[in-house]
């Protein structure tokens, strides 16, 4: 991987991991057109941009990272729990079904239901307009909508604000839920593949590895920011007919 490719695939992670389009699907089709192989190295690449995109979300929520909120970190680790269980008990029938067709698919379910929860979805009638208003109830519903984004494609943040928006929590509410959640997730998961990988790290281009860092950080940092504001005055609706015309897309060139 060169300097170009780890610009290019930092951005894709950066932009992509909280929007609830599916990395996945974008770091598949990235990977084809840049001729990058999914070899140990660039899973190990992986890690360390994932880890710039927790950091970001660190960065942006540090005030709710205290024990002054610790009603609503229970919140948040309860809800991390059913994908922590369940991911690990099938684990290995979710790489048997990874596949660019089956991530096509559920891009395109994705976005119907993105369109369809839309279509009933009433901001004003939430009972949660606010993070700290949501209940344990929400935060279990929203948990339980995560292990969904097992299925390649899905997309986690996805899962999480639908499951959110379903059980009565407001947009803007579901979204911030579902960027908190992604630390704990995203800390195991990158923990995890870190000690599988670790060894790629020896004799990698480190500067790449720096540099796509940075590009991952502060394109995660930005995009947290601007979709925040974006949820102000828009729906889902958008990222709906996204999901749905990159899938079809995604078919067209397997």
Avoid: C
Avoid at 26 to 37: C, E, N, P, Q, R
Avoid at 104 to 112: E, K, L, Q, R, S
């Amino acid at each position: 991987m060169d300097i170009f490719q780890a610009i290019i695939i930092g951005i894709i992670e950066g932009f992509t991991e909280f929007l609830p389009i599916s990395s996945t699907g974008h770091m598949i089709v990235a990977s084809k057109f840049l001729g990058v192989d999914q070899s140990a190295v660039v899973k190990a690449y992986e890690v360390i941009i994932q880890f710039a995109a927790i950091l970001a979300v660190v960065l942006l929520y540090r005030e709710k990272i205290n024990f002054k909120e610790i009603n609503l970190w229970s919140k948040i680790m309860g809800a991390f729990f059913p994908l922590a269980i369940i991911g690990f008990l099938i684990k290995d029938w979710v790489k048997e079904i990874f596949n660019v067709q089956t991530v096509a698919y559920m891009f395109i379910i994705g976005g119907v239901i993105f369109l369809i929860v839309e279509y009933f979805h009433k901001d004003e009638e939430s009972t949660a307009k606010d993070i700290e208003e949501i209940t344990w109830r929400q935060a279990m519903s929203i948990g339980f909508a995560q292990v969904l984004s097992l299925v390649p494609g899905t997309s986690r943040a996805g899962s999480t604000i639908i499951g959110g928006m379903l059980s009565g929590v407001s947009r803007k509410a579901s979204t911030e839920f579902s960027f908190l959640l992604a630390i704990p997730v995203m800390m195991a998961v990158s923990g995890y593949d870190l000690l599988k990988h670790y060894k790629e790290f020896i004799g990698a281009d480190i500067t790449a590895f720096t540099i796509g860092f940075v590009v991952a950080f502060v394109v995660a940092y930005i995009t947290i920011k601007m979709f925040i504001v974006f949820l102000q005055r828009f729906t889902f609706v958008a990222f709906g007919i996204y999901r749905i015309i990159f899938g079809v897309i995604l078919l067209m060139i397997i």
